[in-house]
Nanobody, 113 residues
């Protein structure tokens, strides 16, 4: 197993969640990392990415609401999600920013009242 995602759950619209992705991958700090999501019936999409030096990029629908960060000492990537919307409901996965590692099981995020 290369990554383990956690932190998902059921949250009301407007709520927040913080996802974590831990890995034991060697040379973690040398990889750009990303958070992806896959909603039912849709393709997996990259929603947030962070480079080796900490630069970030976001998919338009999450800009201003999601924040990706990393802790190289802990080999962990985080996704802080605020102002959640029902359309954010999906299974969230982490991987390199090119999707080059094996996929983990993901963590389910459900936004519903």
């Amino acid at each position: 197993v290369q990554v383990v995602e956690s932190g998902g759950g059921l949250v009301q619209p407007g709520g927040s969640l913080r996802l974590s992705c831990a890995t034991s991958k060697l040379l973690f700090s040398s990889y750009g990392m990303g958070w992806y999501r896959q909603a039912p019936g849709k393709q997996r999409e990259l929603v947030a990415a962070i480079t080796r030096d900490g630069s970030t990029n976001y998919e338009d629908s999450v800009k201003g609401r999601f924040t990706i960060s990393r802790d190289n000492a802990k080999k962990t990537v985080y996704l802080q999600m605020n102002s959640l919307k029902p359309e954010d409901t999906a299974v969230y996965y982490c991987n390199t920013d090119r999707g080059g590692w094996s996929w983990g099981q993901g963590t389910q995020v459900t936004v519903s009242s």
